[in-house]
């Protein structure tokens, strides 16, 4: 069966610009967690959708937000980019709410803020 | 606050020896406990978990973990290391299960030939 697809794998904005990043689940998944990676801080966890609705959220600005549609895909949006959003956003899918039911991780996509 | 650490950043070992990777946690409750592998422009793969029931867990490519609740470690450990183990490895953890992942910053192995 199919994995979980991000896309694009690769972008490049420029800071003030908004990007909006996609996920699409594996098939059956209702559970969509997004986080960010980077080499200073490691994965650092932005927020969790569970049957369109945001169950958890992590510590990161309103500029960040994300909601998840009725076929659970899920899409993030940054806004206002700085050039500390440079990161890489994984994003995992499960069939249930939380780690428990176990997360399945796509490649992520690769942001760069110049 | 629940939290992972991996105390080291880099471990490197020798082809064929066995190899561990440190991890110690602060979770209240009973701690749900995971390991992460990832490999270069790659996602994150699972490779074990603890929940509940017997301390020594066994996962993926014949990686096993140890939950310790006396010393709040889950440490990752292997036999027999491989050059194809190479990679960065991430401890996790969260207090029930429908909590997000608390994870490590992560411990680069590195095996050498």
């Known amino acids: 069966k199919a994995g979980v697809t991000q896309t694009p794998r690769y972008l490049i904005k420029t800071r003030g610009q908004q990007v909006t990043l996609s996920c699409s689940p594996i098939?059956?998944?209702?559970?969509v967690s997004w986080y960010q990676q980077t080499p200073g801080q490691g994965l650092q966890f932005l927020f969790e959708?569970?049957?369109?609705?945001?169950?958890n959220k992590g510590n990161f600005p309103g500029r960040f937000s994300g909601r998840q549609f009725s076929n659970s895909r899920s899409e993030m949006n940054v806004s206002t980019l700085e050039l500390g959003d440079s990161a890489l956003y994984l994003c995992?899918?499960?069939?249930?709410?939380?780690?428990?039911?176990?997360?399945?991780f796509g490649s992520g996509t690769r942001l760069t803020v110049v | 606050a629940q939290s992972v650490a991996q105390p080291e950043d880099q471990v490197n070992v020798a082809e064929g020896n066995p190899l561990t990777v440190k991890c110690t946690y602060s979770?209240?409750?009973?701690?749900?406990l995971f390991w992460y592998v990832q490999y270069p422009n790659r996602g994150l793969q699972f490779l074990l978990k603890?929940?509940?029931?017997?301390?020594l867990v066994k996962g993926s490519y014949g990686f096993e973990a140890e939950f310790n609740k006396s010393q709040t470690s889950f440490h990752l450990k292997k036999p027999s290391a491989l050059v194809s183990d190479s990679a960065l490895y991430f401890c996790?953890?969260?207090?029930?299960?429908?909590?997000?992942?608390?994870f490590g910053k992560g411990t680069r192995l590195s095996v050498i030939a």
């Open positions: 995992a899918s499960s069939l249930g709410l939380g780690p428990d039911y176990g997360y399945t």
């Open positions: 098939s059956g998944h209702r559970s």
């Open positions: 959708y569970f049957s369109e609705t945001q169950r």
């Open positions: 979770v209240s409750g009973n701690p749900y």
């Open positions: 603890y929940i509940t029931g017997d301390n």
């Open positions: 996790a953890g969260s207090y029930s299960g429908n909590t997000p992942l608390v």
